[in-house]
């Protein structure tokens, strides 16, 4: 690694099954000078070292082949160390190490969060590190000037200079989230433990490094107070994310919009709703498309979503919901509805990645996989698709791509998965087959398939001797015959060297 660019900025306008506009005002200071110096030796912070390997979601019976990298953690309270989630995402091997002296030892991830990018390690020594001072946490605001800390090989604590530019709610690495975000400007030198450093103002900890641009000198933090809010949630013995009302809305600075909801054409606020997640939140609260949100707890919200907040100003409506409550929380949400103005109480909740039809990610977990014969079955997931690169959702397969957007209106009142044939292996029992690939399958022996468990129960099952491989596009049907490919089972997996034919946990 050369660099510490680690993603492209993206500005999208909506985010999926979460509360919508990533449009919130920003706030902006002058640029100040930039300067890089070593001070002392600093133990509030310890090396990370980390050999990850991830799954193969085209071949997903193999791992592809590891690597490792290095960060730098705060050190918290309770014996933990901080660090992002895409640091430990796939790792085989954690371990800890002090800068000045070289001590290391074993660690495990203790909990993690990928889609706030945050995790909190445990050395296995329980003594490792006695005697270091946990860095306590500040809520940082536009025009604070603060720290990067890395460490040079000798152990030297390197602090390099940045000024806080931006406080705004922005896209985390994982595509469906949005959090509350820094923003600074700084100019920062590649160390070898540059993956996850973190940033800090007086001696606290305001935030951490998530994504950086050389080119623009651009650094996005997690900032403190979406990291305690992690470690709170964290606390409990049932770790459950950051909540959302399973809305999405649009601004309404259309004045036609704004006539065909039944509002003033004036500068009074109110968001209007696009969807409403079957199940969800605000569903079970009893929102609707076509409702207002013009009021959550106290905060008056405007056209374009914002509320004004006492620490930064105008910042989108998602902070409210997301960094500010937690889940389980019941928020007063005053909604327009036909006319008139009314408040209903929503319970906010998170939504654990697997009750997706198509999951938004599938970290640290293999991916199922069902061999029929030479037929590689799967469930679809965006892992899968997004092993076609950064950009998935122009190269991969148009009919996922299309899916996994609109995956929500798929299938409402169905707790579903998308079964579907990947490739094929070719073996005597898929002679003419070999060129089937990215194909819906519907049904297997007459059975529908409402996930990958299914499969294992339909070819028990056997239509006259034969495997009837029913699909949503042509060919509508092939057929297996079942005793060759018991037969010639074993020798399949020798040829390909498959450790076995299904993983379905």
């Known amino acids: 690694m050369t660099t510490i660019t680690f993603f492209k900025r993206s500005l999208p306008v909506f985010i999926l099954a979460g509360m919508a506009s990533l449009s919130p005002a920003k706030e902006k200071a002058k640029e100040a000078p930039v300067m890089e110096k070593s ?16 799954y193969d979601f085209i071949r997903p019976w193999s791992k592809r082949a590891p690597y490792s990298r290095r960060a730098l953690g705060p ?25 000045e002296s070289g001590e290391k030892t074993v660690a495990t991830v203790d909990v993690v969060d990928y889609e706030s990018n945050l995790a909190t390690l445990k050395p296995a020594d329980d003594n490792f590190l006695n005697g270091i001072k946990p860095l306590e946490f500040k809520d940082a605001k536009v025009g604070d000037r603060v720290q990067a800390w890395q460490l040079e090989n ?63 000198q651009n650094v996005d933090l997690i900032p403190a107070p979406v990291i305690e809010h992690f470690l709170k949630e964290a606390a409990k013995k049932d770790y459950r994310g950051f909540p959302r009302a399973g809305v999405l809305f649009a601004s309404t600075r259309d004045p036609q919009l704004r006539r065909y909801a039944g509002l003033k054409n004036d500068d009074s606020g109110g968001v209007y709703i696009t969807q409403v997640v079957r199940h969800g939140p605000g569903d079970n609260a009893g929102i609707q498309v076509g409702d207002v949100i013009m009021a959550i707890g106290d905060k008056a919200i405007d056209q374009d979503g914002n509320y004004s907040d006492p620490q930064y100003g105008k910042i989108s409506l998602i902070n409210l919901v997301s960094t500010r409550n937690f889940d389980g929380d019941v928020v007063k949400f005053k909604i327009f509805h036909k006319g008139e103005t009314k408040d209903v109480n929503v319970t906010l909740a998170h939504k654990p990645a697997e009750d997706n039809v198509i999951e938004p990610y599938s970290i640290g977990k293999p991916p199922k996989y069902y061999v029929l014969g030479g037929l590689v079955l799967q469930e ?51 002679i003419g087959y070999e060129e089937l690939s990215s194909l819906v399958i519907n049904k297997i022996n007459d059975i ?27 060919p509508t049907v092939i057929y297996l015959d079942a005793s060759e490919i018991e037969k010639e089972a074993p020798d399949f997996m020798r040829n390909y060297g498959l450790p076995a034919l299904k993983r379905l946990e």
């Open 448 to 474: 529908p398939l409402n996930s990958l468990a299914d499969v294992e129960r339909a070819v028990k099952s056997p239509v006259n001797g034969f495997h009837k491989i029913e699909f949503e596009e042509n």
């Open 75 to 99: 050190v918290l309270s309770g014996k933990r160390v901080l660090v992002t989630a895409e640091m430990v995402a796939n790792a085989n091997y954690v371990e800890l190490e002090k800068a």
């Open 39 to 54: 001070v002392e030796k600093n133990s509030q912070v310890i090396r990370v070292n980390v050999t990850s390997q991830a």
């Open 154 to 216: 000798t152990g030297a604590l390197l602090s390099t200079a940045g000024l806080l530019t931006t406080v705004e709610v922005a896209r985390y690495p994982l595509d469906d989230t949005a959090l509350l975000t820094y923003r600074l400007t700084s100019s920062l030198q590649y160390r070898e433990s540059s993956f996850t450093l973190p940033v800090v103002e007086d001696g606290k900890l305001v935030g951490m490094l998530m994504r950086y641009d050389a080119r623009t």
């Open 380 to 430: 679809l997931s965006r892992q899968y698709l997004k092993e076609w690169g950064a950009e998935w959702f122009k190269k991969a397969p148009q009919r996922f791509v299309y899916m996994d957007a609109f995956q929500s209106e798929l299938f409402p009142d169905a707790h579903k998965k998308i079964v579907f044939l990947s490739q094929v292996l070719p073996s005597p029992a898929t």
